[in-house]
């Protein structure tokens, strides 16, 4: 396998869902550089350097890679940097998984869904036109979604009941929205699941399939997803239904590295798309393609920001997920409004063997504040699952979701609780 020891590799973005990319980098020896303009961001304190630079700022981005004679760069897990990315690539003549033309249909939601209608795959339905015909806007038919078409995590959404509380849910849209873009969309009370791929030198694998729980406990924000099961029930239909169209799609594009996630809602038998992303995500499914597959995902993408390209050879491969062998699972444990006191219940996240990994966002004195409900921006921690048997890995599922809370400063329980 070839060496990255002593290359440099700049990530892009901080949060805290970045860490196990920098970490996984500096074990295959990289010296890792990271940027945010947060000078507080929680995954600095785990590179090798890091500075304030914006990830939108392409000019000082550039001076940066210059003087610092970085050999690669990677994108996190924020959507908002991917075209960054790209630009900073292109500039520099650096290895880079995505094309112009894939950032704009994966990071504008109205794009992706005019690909998709180019493949006969189904989308949401959506309500735009008649919301601009006055006279046509009793045919809306309430709920309805109203999302920016650029933004992600749950930022800007609403559901909307009446025409009122649709303009209203517009109006927050565009402001999450840096074209001030936006859909009016059905409202999908259904089955969700999620479907992710891995690209290596144009070979197209299925890594992931999983059905998704959201909370149904916040009103007419976003349903925030409360974990993840593995592999999805419905991974047979995907396959008979949506999957050589999917093919088609990806070659089209001509995609020939990365990740890619894309989550759909599953109704009277049709799979809806959206929400695609050409990255890494926050819920890692990195993490269960690892344990029961056999790569990591980070690691080819460090690879391929340092060497441009991947020899298939070097990494093992299995489809264990879809062959009934193993099972997963992902745990969010969600938090209200509230500054945190005491967290109970840590211990058994040690003694659960099942666990292979749990990712904690807050700590004792942190804040979760009204800003942050109804997006990802709340997910106190995610746990992940892995086992042979299905009921064991339910069982203990059930054990940590009883016994994991966390408590504000007047000893109120701040966790959501997982009925939806």
Same mark, same amino acid.
């Given at each position: 396998?070839?060496?990255l %020891? /002593?290359?440099k590799?700049?990530v892009l973005?901080? *949060?805290v869902?970045?860490?196990?990319?920098?970490v996984t !980098?500096?074990?295959?020896?990289v010296?890792v550089y990271v940027t945010d303009?947060?000078p *507080?961001?929680?995954?600095?304190?785990y !590179?090798?350097?890091?500075?304030d630079?914006?990830?939108l700022n392409i000019?000082g &981005?550039?001076?940066?890679?210059?003087?610092?004679k970085i050999?690669?760069? $990677?994108?996190?897990? !924020?959507d908002?940097?991917?075209?960054?990315?790209y630009? &900073?690539c292109s500039? &520099?003549?650096?290895p +880079?998984?995505a094309?112009?033309?894939?950032c704009?249909y994966?990071t *504008?939601?109205?794009?992706?869904n005019e690909? +998709?209608?180019?493949f006969?795959i189904?989308?949401i339905?959506?309500?735009?036109?008649?919301f601009l015909?006055i006279?046509a806007?009793?045919s809306i038919? =309430?709920?309805?979604f109203?999302?920016?078409?650029d933004?992600n995590s749950?930022?800007?959404?609403?559901?909307c009941y009446?025409?009122?509380?649709l303009i209203g /849910?517009i109006?927050?849209?565009k402001?999450?929205?840096? @074209?001030?873009?936006?859909?009016?969309?059905k409202f999908?009370? +259904?089955?969700n699941?999620l479907i992710?791929y891995?690209?290596? #030198?144009?070979? $197209?694998? %299925?890594?992931?399939?999983?059905?998704t729980?959201? @909370?149904s406990?916040? /009103?007419?924000l976003?349903?925030v997803?409360?974990g993840n099961? =593995?592999?999805?029930?419905f @991974?047979?239909?995907y396959?008979?239904q949506l999957h050589d169209?999917?093919v088609?799609?990806?070659k =089209?594009?001509?995609?020939?590295n990365?990740?890619?996630?894309?989550?759909?809602?599953?109704e009277?038998? #049709?799979i809806?798309?959206?929400?695609?992303?050409?990255r890494l995500?926050g819920?890692?499914?990195d993490?269960?393609i690892?344990e029961i597959? /056999?790569?990591?995902q980070k690691e080819?993408?460090v690879?391929?920001?340092l060497?441009r390209?991947?020899?298939?050879t070097?990494?093992?491969?299995?489809?264990?997920?879809f062959k009934g062998?193993?099972?997963a699972?992902?745990?969010?444990?969600?938090?209200?409004?509230g500054k945190?006191s005491?967290?109970?219940? &840590?211990?058994?996240l040690d003694?659960?063997?099942?666990?292979?990994? +749990?990712?904690?966002?807050?700590?004792v004195?942190d804040?979760?504040?009204e800003?942050?409900?109804g997006?990802e921006?709340?997910?106190? !921690?995610?746990i992940y699952?892995v086992s042979d048997?299905?009921n $064991?890995?339910?069982n203990?599922?059930?054990?940590?979701?009883?016994?994991?809370?966390?408590?504000?400063i007047? *000893?109120?329980e701040?966790?959501?609780?997982?009925n939806?």
């Open positions: 396998m070839d060496s %020891v /002593g290359k590799l700049l973005g901080a *949060n869902e970045t860490i196990p990319l920098i !980098a500096k074990k295959l020896g010296f303009f947060n *507080n961001a929680p995954a600095k304190k !590179a090798d350097k890091s500075f630079v914006d990830g000019h &981005l550039v001076e940066l890679c210059k003087i610092e050999d690669g760069v $990677i994108v996190g897990v !924020a908002r940097l991917i075209h960054s990315y630009e &900073l500039i &520099l003549n650096l +880079c998984y094309s112009k033309e894939q704009d994966f *504008n939601k109205s794009k992706f690909l +998709c209608y180019k006969d189904n989308t339905p959506n309500f735009n036109n008649e015909d006279k806007r009793k038919k =309430y709920p309805v109203v999302k920016p078409t933004a749950g930022k800007g959404i609403s559901i009446n025409e009122k509380e /849910g109006k927050k849209a402001i999450f929205s840096k @074209t001030k873009g936006y859909l009016i969309e999908m009370h +259904c089955d699941m992710n891995t690209f290596i #030198n144009g070979k $197209i694998l %299925v890594s992931a399939t999983a059905d729980a959201t @909370t406990e916040q /009103g007419n976003s349903r997803c409360l099961s =593995y592999p999805s029930k @991974t047979s239909l396959f008979e169209k999917m088609l799609m990806f =089209y594009l001509g995609i020939k990365g990740v890619f996630m894309i989550s759909a809602f599953v009277n038998g #049709n809806f798309l959206y929400d695609p992303g050409f995500q819920e890692a499914p993490i269960v690892k597959c /056999g790569y990591d080819l993408l690879y391929f920001s060497i390209s991947i020899n298939f070097q990494f093992k491969f299995s489809d264990q997920m062998k193993k099972f699972a992902s745990i969010w444990i969600l938090l209200k409004i945190i005491r967290i109970t219940g &840590l211990e058994i003694q659960n063997n099942c666990v292979v990994k +749990c990712n904690i966002r807050f700590n004195g804040i979760v504040s800003e942050m409900i997006t921006s709340q997910v106190f !921690a995610r699952l048997d299905l $064991i890995l339910n203990k599922s059930n054990l940590i979701k009883n016994a994991l809370k966390v408590f504000d007047n *000893n109120t701040m966790s959501l609780n997982f939806n």
